[in-house]
């Protein structure tokens, strides 16, 4: 089956700065990557997706980048926030909508 | 917001018990996932339903997780006998069933067994 790694597990940024999450996937035939944030206690929400027809989307503050021949891709958060302190955490589908996640990055922004 | 909902929010319960969990995704989803996720590690998915049919449960431990969907719409997951390796928070998700569809989780149910 299919194996996400994600790098840093954890991340501390000053307020401001950018903030970068990278995840490998092993599987050629995933094609749909979504990321995941995780406030404590809370549920997973979606912030950003990317399909593998696409190197890069771009939402506000957020972006992410896939790399299908390096098999990896990445969280860009720019201009960073307190209220994006959360765990993030990447995942990887064949398009059988059924994800592998990876074990997440603990970001903490300091105000 | 309005969404998945499960019950109950948190158990405990001795090994050797049984526990059973609810959900019930957004109407409309077809499909609907079942995860556990330990803490500190990502959600692992344990089965998914198109409707009312299993398309995926090669993750699940059959021998004492077992999981139903009987009128495709809600969903209960059963651990009997549970283990102390059970403790996580059991998540369930809903999709609406096409290809890259956005996974809609509930707030889970957080197991502990002593």
């Known amino acids: 089956g299919e194996n996400v790694e994600q790098h840093p597990s954890t991340l501390s940024v000053q307020e401001g700065d950018s903030a970068v999450i990278k995840c490998t996937y092993s599987?050629?035939?995933?094609?749909?990557f979504p990321w995941y944030k995780q406030e404590l206690g809370k549920r997973p929400q979606l912030i950003i997706d990317?399909?593998?027809?696409?190197g890069e989307k771009k939402d506000q503050r957020i972006a992410v980048t896939l790399n299908k021949t390096a098999k990896h891709f990445s969280l860009h958060i720019t201009e960073t926030q307190p209220e994006d302190s959360a765990v993030y955490f990447c995942?990887?589908?064949?398009?059988?909508?059924?994800?592998?996640f990876g074990t997440g990055t603990r970001l903490t922004v300091i105000p | 917001e309005a969404g998945v909902a499960q019950s109950p929010r948190y158990k405990i319960i001795e090994k050797r018990q049984s526990v059973a969990f609810w959900c019930n995704p957004i109407?409309?989803?077809?499909?609907l996932y079942w995860y556990q996720q330990i803490l500190g590690q990502g959600p692992k998915l344990l089965i998914q339903f198109q409707n009312n049919g299993v398309v995926d449960d090669s993750q699940l431990p059959k021998d004492r997780f077992s999981a139903e969907r009987l009128k495709g719409v809600d969903s209960t997951l059963k651990i009997q006998p549970a283990k102390l390796e059970d403790s996580a928070v059991y998540l369930c998700a809903g999709g609406s069933g096409t290809s890259w569809e956005t996974q809609y989780f509930g707030p889970g149910t957080r197991l502990l067994v002593l």
């Open positions: 990317i399909r593998s027809n696409v």
């Open positions: 599987d050629s035939a995933s094609n749909y």
């Open positions: 995942a990887a589908s064949t398009g059988a909508n059924n994800l592998f």
């Open positions: 109407s409309g989803h077809a499909t």
